[in-house]
């Protein structure tokens, strides 16, 4: 359940203060009062509310200058009893949300707290979207094998509950999907999903990231940056691969974990959390722990609820439903419409799969393009892991005698030529390589020539 918001009202008149502060608790709200600019400021060194109420005369400070500094941090309605249109336009152009006559109509009043309140946490949870670049939500999990109903029905017992879970599994097999869904079937699913990748950023970023900076923590912070611990409130923060996080870090967020409180970096402040916080890992934390490279009391923490996912090659009767989704919702502009040989389905059901539902997706995605026109997907389409171990599985590889690796990849690299027809884009795609480096194969091959403009 979401805490109710908190309120600080900046009014000399002890009257008035008293009136709103009662009229705004009636509504469930949290409400508290400074008398002055100096009381204010005192309060906000160490706390922080969701919206502040301004009177524009204050007997310490200047209204405008008070404003000037406060919008920037929280959402301001400006309160006066000596209005002028010149007055209200300059008090937008600074910053405020709202700008009400004394006296104050009560509903009047309400309407603009929730407006006001409605619009900030818009902006929050569209500036999270933004800094933690989500990516467009696909089906969750595709099948019907007995260990994905499994996780199916652990997801189902745990979503429910506003508690940590940890998720493992090697890498390709869904973690974050199961994040996804956890989160949809939570009472926090009208919240933000906001995830953090815990290998992408250096440990002082990734703490920037996760619970913010003050203006001036540190070389280049420039201005105040709320972290995405705040910006999931209501919702839920998903920490990938939460086994590369350091020392200090894994201290900070069991003290989140554990008490639900953290400071911006570089500040002072104590902040409350209201995020639900879901983590992944593919490595061991168990023996991790053992070994000291993990917190213990972390590890013991997040391991009260965990949801293990099995690889692919545990669950090769899912392959089917999963070849024909991705046929279904591959991600090219140009639709085709595509059915795999039954004979091609054969390959990918005796394949291994390390690179588990990521690897499959890419291999069904390259025999797209190599297909070609062909409205069926056949064994010469399928690229199976390195190209090296492709050139066995995927093309047909004919020497007089034991080839060197250098004659099988030029071997290889002259059949996904032939095949593309010398599209440099679709090899590159193709191989994971860049086009930079096709063209320079090209060259090396004696096929510039031939080569698409």
């Known amino acids: 359940m979401t805490p109710p918001a908190t309120i600080l009202a900046i009014d000399d008149d002890a009257l008035f203060n008293d009136l709103l502060r009662e009229q705004l608790a009636a509504n469930g709200y949290v409400v508290r009062g400074a008398p002055s600019w100096e009381k204010a400021q005192a309060w906000l060194k160490e706390h922080e509310p969701d919206l502040v109420l301004l009177d524009m005369r204050l007997p310490d400070a200047d209204g405008m200058e008070a404003l000037a500094a406060l919008a920037p941090r929280y959402p301001v309605i400006v309160l006066t009893a000596y209005g002028s249109v010149r007055q209200a336009v300059e008090a937008m152009h600074r910053g405020a949300a709202e700008y009400l006559m004394k006296p104050v109509n009560p509903d009047e009043l309400e309407l603009a707290v929730k407006r006001t309140l409605g619009h900030a ?3 929050e949870r569209l500036d999270v979207v933004e800094s933690s670049q989500r990516r467009r939500r696909k089906a969750w999990m595709v099948g019907e094998s ?3 109903r499994e996780v199916s029905r652990m997801i189902d ?11 493992t599994g090697e890498s390709g097999t869904g973690k974050e999907l199961v994040a996804r869904e956890i989160h949809e079937r939570s009472r926090r699913a009208q919240g933000s999903f906001v995830t953090l990748d815990s290998c992408t950023l250096q440990e002082n970023l ?5 619970f913010g900076h003050e203006k001036g923590a540190f070389t280049g912070a420039d201005k105040l940056k709320k972290g995405l611990i705040e910006g999931a409130r209501g919702g839920t923060l998903f920490l990938d691969e939460i086994g590369e996080i350091g020392p200090a870090i894994q201290a900070k967020l069991l003290r989140v974990i554990e008490t639900g409180e ?6 002072t402040k104590v902040l409350r959390s209201d995020a639900r916080i879901l983590c992944a ?3 061991d934390l168990a023996q991790m722990a053992q070994e000291g490279t993990f917190r213990p009391d972390l590890y013991y923490r997040l391991s009260t609820f965990v949801i293990k996912l099995p690889p692919l090659r545990e669950r090769k009767e899912d392959i089917p439903a999963l070849v024909e989704h991705f046929l279904r919702n591959h991600d090219f502009s140009r639709r085709v419409t595509k059915e795999i040989a039954p004979e091609a389905l054969d390959v990918l059901m005796r394949y291994d799969w390390p690179g588990n539902i990521r690897e499959l997706r890419n291999v069904i995605e390259r025999a797209i393009i190599l297909s070609g026109d062909s409205p069926v ?8 892991g390195t190209p090296q171990q492709a050139a066995a599985t995927a093309c047909t590889l004919s020497f007089d005698r034991p080839p060197t690796l250098e004659e099988l990849k030029e071997h290889y690299f002259r059949q996904m030529y032939e095949r593309l027809s010398g599209k440099r884009a679709a090899l590159a795609r193709v191989l ?18 031939k080569a698409e403009a």
């Open 157 to 167: 017992a745990v979503a429910g509950e506003d508690v940590t879970v940890l998720i």
């Open 377 to 384: 997907l056949r064994p010469e389409h399928l690229v199976l």
């Open 121 to 123: 946490r818009l902006k």
């Open 146 to 148: 007995k260990a994905l």
């Open 262 to 267: 953290f400071r911006r970096l570089g500040g």
């Open 432 to 449: 994971g390589i860049s086009e930079r480096n096709v063209y320079r194969l090209i060259d090396k091959y004696g096929l510039k020539e």
């Open 281 to 283: 890992t593919n490595r």
């Open 206 to 210: 990734f703490e920037s990231e996760l």
